[in-house]
């Protein structure tokens, strides 16, 4: 129980955070301007062109029909390998993305940043929903992957890679124009707050699972 509250504790802390921030982009945007201006000309500098070709790659990733590509295929895989709470908890948390992303947009209705896009993006700025499928999404592979990948040294190197893009798929947005530092930061609390409120009760149906026999140990 206690584990369970210390999740919950987590997740509602990052949620409250990301209503103060959602608060301040709806309502007092100008509050933000110094702070993500500040960080977009940190991150973008002279837009070189190895940076740019890297992060245009990256941003990818991203996008909604390559992360129901291959999410596709890792359930595919999940339910072959018979671990079906894992598959519930990538296409769940898949499907509540777009969900998410859908909704939110529409209620703040945050225009993207002013300056230079170097990729098409159409719609509003906020939240990101690459950072939010960053979040939510590769961040439900890495639970998967820290818990039933055995070997060692290939779980470390999964765990980082991961950890990795997590962390660069948000910033190749801000990199690249189409979004706000404070539109990224606030996918990612939103993503991490509900991974967080998720946990206990994934961790309660993997378990009764396996104890029963419905799933692979």
């Not at 999740?7 to 100008?30: A, D, E, H, K």
């Not at 110094?34 to 990733?61: E, M, N, W, Y």
């Not at 390559?66 to 999410?71: D, E, F, K, P």
């Not at 209705?109 to 700025?125: T, W």
Request: hydrophobic fraction near 50%.
């Amino acid at each position: 129980m206690q584990n369970k509250q210390s999740y919950w504790t987590r997740g509602s802390f990052c949620l409250l955070l990301f209503v103060i921030l959602g608060y301040t982009v709806r309502f007092y945007p100008q509050n933000l301007v110094a702070f993500d201006s500040g960080i977009q000309t940190a991150v973008r500098g002279d837009l070189p062109t190895a940076l740019t070709t890297f992060f245009t790659s990256l941003t990818k990733i991203g996008n909604m029909p390559v992360i129901m590509g291959w999410v596709a295929m890792a359930t595919i895989f999940l339910l072959w390998k018979r671990y079906y709470s894992e598959a519930i908890l990538l296409v769940g948390n898949l499907a509540l993305t777009g969900l998410l992303v859908l909704i939110l947009k529409n209620i703040y209705q945050r225009p993207r940043p002013g300056i230079e896009h170097l990729v098409a993006e159409k719609g509003f700025s906020f939240p990101s929903g690459h950072a939010l499928a960053a979040s939510l999404v590769i961040g439900s592979v890495l639970i998967i992957v820290s818990q039933n990948v055995q070997a060692g040294w290939l779980r470390r190197f999964l765990q980082g890679s991961l950890i990795l893009l997590i962390l660069a798929l948000p910033l190749s947005r801000v990199y690249l124009g189409v979004h706000y530092p404070s539109d990224v930061i606030g996918s990612l609390l939103l993503g991490f707050g509900i991974l967080y409120l998720e946990f206990p009760a994934y961790q309660r149906l993997r378990f009764r699972w396996r104890f029963t026999g419905k799933q692979a140990r």
